[in-house]
């Protein structure tokens, strides 16, 4: 079974608005991290965010994390055509090794200019 | 630095054909996992590696074998292909301490 649950499965907006995406999970982690999928491309990292941490920022890109609620959010600032993609969070559990990164079913983004 | 290299990119096998995807990292990487990404379904862990001479299971390992002579290479072996096995292949690769992981490209298997 997954960890992370991403709602919503899929969003489309216009350039110059806002794009939110909830990763769900279920056991306590060290730490969740958000990805990125062009379409047929690897995955790229975008933002990590630790246990201890509440809210990130990188860029056009806010990350919060609620480990009593076992979710996060990823914002997305004023988006463009080029945030066109799939997004993904992923956590490293407290109980298994840093190889076990386990990722969620994505959310897919689509921007129209 | 070409961080993590794989190959094949596509690939068309029939059934019960066997086959070695290769994945390759130049980051001196610890840790190093091969997932398989199908529709709706985000990716599963295949099988993980966190140094060299030691693997273990992820969440779907069936039909799948792997091991680690060196830190660099990670291969996973197909010992007969199945239909099922259709998907798309991501090795990657990261430090220790809960870093980012670093992906390959992919590698795009369709077994007829």
């Known amino acids: 079974s997954q960890q992370g649950e991403e709602d919503p499965q899929a969003l489309s907006i216009q350039e110059g608005e806002n794009a939110t995406m909830n990763c769900s999970y279920k056991?306590?982690?060290?730490?969740l991290q958000w990805y990125r999928q062009n379409s047929g491309r690897g995955l790229v990292h975008l933002i990590l965010?630790?246990?201890?941490?509440r809210e990130k920022h990188s860029g056009r890109l806010r990350v919060t994390l609620d480990t009593s609620k076992k979710s996060s959010s990823l914002l997305i600032t004023a988006s463009r055509a080029a945030d066109t993609a799939s997004y993904f969070c992923?956590?490293?559990?407290?109980?298994?090794?840093?190889?076990?990164?386990?990722f969620g079913a994505g959310t897919q983004v689509v921007v129209t200019p | 630095n070409a961080g993590v290299t794989q190959t094949p990119k596509f690939q068309v096998l029939k059934t019960g054909q066997s086959m070695t995807l290769q994945c390759a990292q130049d980051?001196?990487?610890?840790?190093m996992s091969w997932y398989r990404q199908d529709p709706g379904m985000g990716l599963r862990l295949i099988h993980y590696?966190?140094?060299?001479?030691?693997?273990d299971q992820g969440e779907v390992p069936n039909g799948y074998n792997v091991s680690r002579s060196t830190t660099e290479d990670f291969p996973l072996r197909l010992l007969s292909a199945a239909p099922s096995q259709t998907s798309v292949y991501f090795c990657?690769?990261?430090?220790?301490?809960?870093?980012?992981?670093?992906f390959g490209q992919g590698t795009r298997l369709t077994v007829v």
């Open positions: 990657a690769s990261r430090d220790r301490g809960g870093t980012e992981a670093f």
């Open positions: 056991t306590s982690i060290n730490n």
């Open positions: 980051m001196n990487h610890e840790y």
């Open positions: 590696s966190v140094g060299a001479g030691i693997t």
């Open positions: 965010i630790r246990s201890n941490e």
């Open positions: 992923a956590t490293d559990k407290l109980t298994d090794s840093w190889g076990k990164l386990q």
